[in-house]
């Protein structure tokens, strides 16, 4: 059964600080996605950044970066220079290759940015 | 192009009240899914459709039926109405992959409902 593990309920961050957000994640596919999905509280899911499995380098997106280790099956996010609008709750995903691309999420994780 | 578009936006249901979530999509997807999302739960998949015509069972789809009858749309009903279904539910779409690349999910804005 594919899981996905966010261990990490709530952080926080300084205002241009940086943090990381945890994920891990199992699966026995050998080739997928995985991605980080953003809620503000608006309530809108907004994609962050994807990484494809059989890529070694590691997905970046301007002020988001991702620390990949497809053996570990770790998948964490890095937010550098944290700015105000970072705040949100940010879910890591999943998709299986399954019938209907279903994806499985975390539990999230609360992020507030300190100013 | 508006992309994932759910209505209504908000609802307040007494038990044993019938509704219907309407989520259409725009950008000519193939797959469509209805999501819950409760605290502490992340987003939890109720049914999903691979196509016009089709649909199957996800995680947790008791209490719940879909259609499928367009393309662009895909509805949500809830028959009798429990306050164990007060949730916010979220409809998406992505594209069909021909192979074993799998592209993001676009998810609706989301629909708040209350059962009281």
């Known amino acids: 059964a594919q899981t996905v593990t966010q261990s990490q309920p709530e952080m926080s961050v300084q205002e241009a600080e940086t943090v990381t957000l945890s994920c891990t994640y199992d699966?026995?596919?050998?080739?997928?996605?995985l991605f980080w999905y953003k809620q503000p509280p608006s309530r809108q899911m907004i994609l962050v950044i994807r990484?494809?499995?059989?890529?070694?380098q590691n997905a970046t997106e301007n002020r988001f970066s991702v620390n990949f280790q497809k053996a570990a099956k770790s998948f964490s996010l890095k937010i550098s220079d944290s700015q105000l609008g970072d705040a949100a709750m940010y879910f890591c995903?999943?998709?299986?290759f399954g019938a209907g691309n279903q994806f499985y999420f975390g539990t999230g994780t609360s992020l507030t940015v300190i100013p | 192009n508006a992309g994932v578009t759910q209505t209504p936006k908000f609802r307040v249901l007494k038990t044993g009240q019938s509704m219907t979530l309407l989520c259409a999509q725009d950008?000519?997807?193939?797959?469509m899914y209805w999501y819950r999302q409760d605290p502490g739960m992340g987003l939890r998949l109720i049914h999903y459709?691979?196509?016009?015509?089709?649909?199957a069972k996800g995680e947790v789809p008791d209490g719940y039926n879909v259609s499928r009858l367009k393309k662009q749309n895909f509805l949500l009903g809830l028959e009798s109405a429990a306050p164990s279904q007060t949730s916010v539910y979220f409809c998406?779409?992505?594209?069909?992959?021909?192979?074993?690349?799998?592209?993001?999910?676009?998810f609706g804005p989301g629909t708040r409902l209350t059962v009281t």
């Open positions: 699966t026995s596919e050998s080739d997928y996605y």
């Open positions: 950008m000519n997807h193939e797959y």
């Open positions: 990484q494809e499995a059989y890529k070694q």
């Open positions: 995903a999943f998709p299986s």
């Open positions: 459709s691979v196509g016009e015509g089709t649909t």
């Open positions: 998406a779409s992505s594209y069909a992959s021909p192979g074993l690349a799998l592209f993001e999910q676009y």
